[in-house]
């Protein structure tokens, strides 16, 4: 599979953001909570597959097969674009 530099680039920042966290081995639940930049029209479907690869690579999970549970949101703020994730374990 190829990553272009924007790939690598957004992996490289999750990478960083993620430093000092501990990844969560197993099934897992994953929500997100888009916070876009402005009101412009955007799929959050989109969103889903870069973000969830660079988590994976990170070491936030063991892989994306191994999410049993996804949800994501769009946030009302309007300003300072970023996504709140949180990860969970299913046993």
Avoid at 2 to 23: F, L, M, N, P, T
Avoid at 25 to 37: F, N
Avoid at 39 to 66: I, Q, Y
Wanted: glycine letters at 6%; proline letters at 1%; aromatic letters at 6%.
């Amino acid at each position: 599979m190829h990553i272009s530099d924007e790939g690598k680039a957004y992996q490289d920042a999750v990478a960083k953001a993620c430093r000092g966290r501990d990844g969560v081995m197993g099934r897992v639940a994953v929500w997100i909570k888009a916070c876009p930049s402005d009101k412009r029209k955007r799929d959050l479907d989109n969103l889903l597959k870069a973000t969830l690869d660079a988590l994976n690579a990170a070491g936030m999970f063991e892989d994306d097969s191994f999410i049993d549970d996804l949800h994501i949101v769009r946030s009302a703020q309007w300003d300072n674009a970023h996504l709140q994730v949180e990860i969970k374990s299913i046993e």
